[in-house]
Nanobody, 122 residues
Framework: QLQASGGGLVQAGGSLRLSCTAS????????VAWFRQAPGKEREGVSC????????YYADSVKGRFTISRDKAKNSVYLQMNSLKPEETAVYYC?????????????????WGKGTQVTVSS
């Protein structure tokens, strides 16, 4: 089971920290990705991290503002989001994929958590 949390209402320019906690999975063997989907828009990959080696990837739209991190002891991944913009209002999801080789990507995720709503007011 994946549990995403940490969403909420924040003013433009503010920050939120999302958490993705796994139970029943040892994330050491997975990549973890954050996606978001705004109303009427397609889902997009925001950031991912390869748990075993810490390799991280960010979509161009969030580079320099978002930071993904992992806590192996807590079997969790975090997404620190700074300087949030109103257009980033969306439901944010975490998803995982079992991987044989360390690395990041957004394709063919194996499991999805329920989303957490992020609302950025102008």
């Amino acid at each position: 089971q994946l549990q995403a949390s940490g969403g909420g209402l924040v003013q433009a320019g503010g920050s939120l920290r999302l958490s993705c906690t796994a139970s029943g999975f040892n994330l050491d063997y997975y990549r973890v990705a954050w996606f978001r989907q705004a109303p009427g828009k397609e889902r997009e990959g925001v950031s991912c991290i390869s748990i075993s080696d810490g390799e991280a990837y960010y979509a161009d739209s969030v580079k320099g503002r978002f930071t993904i991190s992992r806590d192996k002891a807590k079997n969790s991944v975090y997404l620190q989001m700074n300087s949030l913009k109103p257009e980033e209002t969306a439901v944010y999801y975490c998803a995982i994929k079992l991987i044989a080789v360390p690395g990041c990507g957004f394709d063919n995720m194996d499991y999805w958590g329920k989303g957490t709503q992020v609302t950025v007011s102008s």
